[in-house]
């Protein structure tokens, strides 16, 4: 089945820095991936998405990039701001019956 | 947006009860909804899968027995956690599959088994 390995699991920054989360997967049938943020105690919230026919997309201070070969996709937030702290978690799909992999989930720190 | 609601939010019982916790999808339907279990600062751990109609699918090392699953409508999944003990306390989420294969998590439920 499917695996998928999320780095890193705790990731702490200063408020306006970058902060980049990495996610490798292991079926290369695959073909959504999703990114969820959650806030302690509080459901998943779908952010950001992607396909597998896109290399790249981008909303506003986040984005997403795909890199098929390699099997691996990465969240981007630019000028990190508090309420960015959350645990961000990825995902992989074939799609279809939609039985997505989470990855381990990586908790975000935006220093003020 | 497809707004997924989940109840009670937080349950406290005593070892021995059980604890039925409902997932509706309140502006789609949903054939299909999935049961997570979350325990602190982990990612979400897939329980099964409900399938509108038919038996649930479990995972691995998932007691069917324990968690029962009913998913009686298109836009109703219930889990049954029988004879719980202590162990069982912990963060169940659902979820359901909106338009464009979009997954939306119900807000949780907190179990404490005294």
């Known amino acids: 089945g499917e695996n998928v390995e999320q780095h890193p699991s705790t990731l702490s920054v200063q408020e306006g820095d970058s902060a980049v989360i990495k996610c490798t997967y292991s079926d290369s049938a695959s073909n959504y991936f999703p990114w969820y943020k959650q806030e302690l105690g509080k459901r998943p919230q779908l952010i950001i998405d992607i396909r597998s026919n896109v290399g790249e997309k981008k909303d506003q201070r986040i984005a997403v990039t795909l890199n098929k070969t390699a099997k691996h996709f990465s969240l981007h937030i630019t000028e990190t701001q508090p309420e960015d702290s959350a645990v961000y978690f990825c995902a992989a799909s074939k799609g279809g019956s939609y039985i997505p992999t989470f990855g381990r989930g990586t908790s975000l720190i935006v220093h003020p | 947006g497809a707004v997924v609601s989940q109840h009670p939010s937080w349950v406290i019982c005593k070892s021995g009860t059980s604890v039925k916790i409902e997932c509706r999808s309140l502006d789609f339907q949903a054939t299909t909804m999935f049961w997570y279990r979350q325990f602190p600062k982990q990612s979400l751990m897939l329980m099964a899968t409900?399938?509108?109609?038919?038996?649930?699918?479990?995972e691995q090392g998932v007691e069917k027995d324990k968690f029962l699953i009913n998913h009686a409508s298109l836009t109703l999944s219930t889990l049954t956690v029988t004879s719980a003990h202590p162990e069982d306390s912990s963060f169940y989420i659902c979820?359901?599959?909106?338009?464009?294969?979009?997954?939306?998590f119900g807000s949780g439920t907190q179990l404490s088994v005294l």
């Open positions: 979820s359901a599959e909106g338009r464009g294969e979009k997954l939306f």
């Open positions: 409900s399938n509108e109609g038919s038996k649930a699918t479990y």
